[in-house]
């Protein structure tokens, strides 16, 4: 009984321990979408760069607040010094306030708020474009991370298929049917399979080390995974639709375009300072003996040499900069979602042949000469030739598609938003 319990609780442990490193696989496996949202959460450079936004969203506050009232309080007509020793030197004392307003004309205050609002606009466009380059960085990681795992899984499928061929030669050596010689350059070229794969362990260590810093993650490389489709898609629209969507998305264009609303609006502005804004004011006091009274006064500065003109000659002029700015930004979208385009489309152009003949030929070619030398009717060069053409045309395949998806990548990045998963 007592030998049943200790099994009965080992294997309790034993599965909840499975349960539990089960559970850890599934958690640091991470799809696409999971690492972008992470990445949208974390980044610690995104974080301080909305940060701004926030601050140009409190500058509104500023912009839209009045000008602040002048109180001022005074006594005159103090005489402490006079010789008369019964004179009292309050007797006689003026006492006055006053309180002042300046009145803002033209809708100063309006005006400031409104470029003020456009700041945080503009703030908020050019923090979406920063998320837009770092996606883009970060899906090329992704996409990194991806191929290198695929270029792992097939070093090992060519080491496992190499070490069968060799066990095969192994025994063809035992029975006399394979030279010694032969035999040694088969096991000679192991050590270039074995490289491979070492150095495509090393490429997907690395990039998952990138991915991770810029999750701003400290986990463990051996406890983080990506997982996603490693693959190409055969469709894609034409570049006229793209170029459409990206004059709605991009959001340094949109940044442009809210640039020259700002500036309209600093110009107005700045017409508005050169007007005259009053100061009313209100002042009461005191005449000796229990004398009040109370008066009013405007006072009008006279605009006769400064009205303002510099800055309404500067900020005529920025509307025209950044209308220019915007010509620009708007012909860089163009460029950006053509070139994206064409190299979308050129590696799809190179994909489809290894797709539809080059890969199921490169088997077949590797598997019939194996098969030939196997039954002595190929030379040992044409079996390593063969070995290596197949490991060539697999790698550029991998190779290609790991390169349409960064075009893809580039696309979106071109386009502003995900067109291409």
Known sequence: MKLRNVLFRFLLLSLFSLTLHTAADAQSRMNWDQVKQSFLASNPTLAADESNVQEMKAEEITAYLRPNPQVTFGVDQLYPFYKDPAYQPFSNALTTGSITYLHERDHKRELRQESAQEGTRIASSQH???????????????????????????????????DHIIDISRTRLKDGDLAQIDFDRIVLQRVQYESDLQAAEVSLRTSKIQLLQLLDQRTPIDQFDVDGT???????????????????????????????????????????????????????????????????????????FDRNQGEKKRTQLDIGRNQQLEDAARAQVFSDVDSAWEQVNSNLILLRPYKAQYLAQAVRVRDTVTYAYQHGGASLMDFLNAQSDYRNVQMAYLQLVGAYLVAAGQLNLAVGREVIQ
Request: aromatic share 10%.
């Open 128 to 162: 979406e474009d920063l998320t837009r380059n770092m996606i883009f960085n970060l899906r090329s990681l992704f996409v990194q991370t991806l191929q290198d795992k695929a270029l792992v899984q097939l070093s090992k499928d060519e080491l496992d298929y190499y």
């Open 230 to 304: 490693f693959d190409f898609t055969d469709q894609l629209d034409p570049v006229t639709q793209f170029r459409q969507i990206a004059l709605a998305e991009r959001p340094d264009l949109q940044a442009a375009m809210q640039s020259v609303q700002q500036s309209v609006t600093n110009h107005k502005l700045a017409v508005a300072n050169g007007s005259t804004d009053p100061t009313f004011g209100v002042d009461a006091g005191a005449n000796p003996p229990l004398d009040p009274y109370v008066g009013f006064n405007v006072s009008i500065p006279l605009r006769i």
